[in-house]
């Protein structure tokens, strides 16, 4: 079986590693140095949190929705 998930990338400015954060998960992160090995630490990341969740859990995860870009006058 096959489960999407969305995962949130930051890149840190200072030190060029990047940050993976799946909402869906309670907010589950990894961090890495490259997006590769990011994108590795993610996969194991979710398999390991899926692990852990009963069929209820597993049913009541949100899905996807979409992503906007909120522009405000700061």
Partial sequence: MTQSFLAYI???VETG????IVPALGNASTCADTLEELH?????LISLE?????DEE??????FH???TVEVTV
């Fill in 17 to 20: 590693s990047y940050l993976g």
């Fill in 66 to 68: 979409s992503l906007a």
């Fill in 50 to 54: 899926w692990e852990g969740l009963d």
């Fill in 40 to 44: 590795e630490m993610l996969k194991d």
């Fill in 58 to 63: 597993k049913k009541a995860l949100p899905e």
């Fill in 10 to 12: 930051e890149r840190d």
